[in-house]
């Protein structure tokens, strides 16, 4: 088949929306499929990855986040190129600015779309102090996906939130992960002596630094004894998150092996983050053999088996993070059986498994269209 992946965001900024499309490229490219990336322009952007060419859209930077690219193409200009390219279906990834262009485009064009819900955009309105933008994203979100012939939700808990909001034909498709790339077997112990040269137990966190993140909840990790805080990546909290934590290590941006390494040389990982629709950093720590203690709330639900591989604390109770911490801390039996049961509980989660459900999806879209004759979402201008 032909597929035109829309995506919001793209290489060379790396994020999860990346990550996956980077995995279904790769996937599309063994089966012999065809496929064309249609992304916002960026400084730096390959012109093809995979064997698929990348089309740029016009697109303008997001204050604060230097690499985020927000595109700016209009309905015709979208549909222009999907004339042009002429897909099968239409892959929208993580859909809001250029994916609301994009499924309107293939309402126009009669083609399938399969939406990615992938990123809990409405809610990030409160966590950067405007609430009242809330209610105004959610009707973007609604839209999209209520247009669109197949939602694909990562988790339990996002399936249950669009429900709640209306929007209809959902089907659960969670992420994958590199069980080779991420493995117990990556473990490095010189790196370790460095991190906690008097033999601390190493916490760490993984992922962006940003309000929404939550990554200064940490702080009462950091000044646990006994403790190396280990705080991996990068974004706009950096400065402030390096003040209020001066004992932690900051590794900065990893990427590829020096990632992997790193994460298998934790002890334990601590999401603090509340608005995960997934959480593939938690993923990738539990395939590492590291437990992971994260709220009670969004994609971790479905990863952490609550006392088996790590810990879920109630949203908000810092304390009880604090105390989940601190028990792997001075059980170091608790905290290998919990990891040896954490990459269990993810072997059976490959990319090529997820990737050919997605295969699925798309001919079910596909199919469905072709039966009906009519676009089976509605789009609204």
């Known amino acids: 088949m032909k597929v035109a992946l829309v995506a919001e965001s793209f290489l060379p900024h790396t994020n999860g929306v990346t990550h996956s499309l980077l995995r279904v490229l790769d996937h599309l490219a063994a089966r ?65 600015m250029l994916g609301w262009a994009a499924v309107r485009a293939a309402a126009d064009a009669g083609l399938p779309t399969v939406a990615i819900y992938q990123t809990d955009v409405p809610s990030y309105a409160a966590a950067y102090r405007a609430p009242w933008g809330e209610p105004l994203l959610w009707a973007r979100v609604r839209a999209i996906h209520s247009a669109a012939d197949v939602t694909l939700a ?3 808990a996002a399936m249950s939130q669009l429900e709640d909001m209306g929007v209809e034909r959902l089907r659960l498709w969670p992420r994958g992960v590199d069980t080779t790339r991420f493995s117990p077997a990556h473990r490095d112990d010189a790196l370790r002596a460095r991190w906690a040269p008097r033999g601390e137990v190493v916490v760490g966190y993984v992922g962006r630094l940003a309000n929404e993140k939550r990554v200064g909840d940490l702080a009462r990790i950091a000044r646990l004894p006994g403790v190396r805080l280990v705080v991996i990546g990068e ?45 593939q950093s938690v993923q990738e720590a539990l395939a590492s053999g590291v437990p992971v203690i994260a709220p009670r709330r969004g994609g971790p639900i479905d990863l952490i088996d609550h006392g088996s591989n790590g810990f879920l604390y109630e949203p ?50 596909i199919a469905a269209r072709a039966t009906s004759g009519t676009t089976t979402g509605t789009a609204t201008r």
Do not use: K
Request: proline share 8%; net charge negative; charged share 20%.
């Open 154 to 156: 990562p988790s339990t």
């Open 32 to 96: 012999g499929d065809e496929a064309v990336i249609i992304a916002p322009e960026a400084p730096g952007a390959p012109d093809a990855v995979a064997g698929a060419p990348v089309v740029h859209v016009p697109a303008v930077g997001w204050p604060g986040y230097r690499d985020v690219r927000v595109a700016l193409s209009s309905v015709r200009g979208v549909t222009r190129l999907l004339e042009a390219h002429a897909p099968d279906v239409v892959h929208l990834a993580s859909p809001f």
């Open 235 to 279: 974004g706009p909290e950096l400065a402030r998150l390096r003040r209020l934590m001066p004992s932690a290590e900051f590794a900065g941006f990893l990427g590829g092996g020096e990632l992997a390494r790193a994460v298998a040389s934790l002890d334990v990982m601590v999401h603090p983050g509340e608005l995960e629709t997934f959480g």
């Open 316 to 365: 908000g109770r810092l304390d009880r993070m604090e105390a989940a911490v601190a028990m792997l801390v001075e059980d170091t039996d608790l905290r290998l059986i919990q990891g040896a049961h954490a990459r269990i509980s993810v072997e059976g989660r490959t990319w090529p498994r997820v990737c050919e459900a997605l295969v699925d999806h798309y001919e079910s879209a």
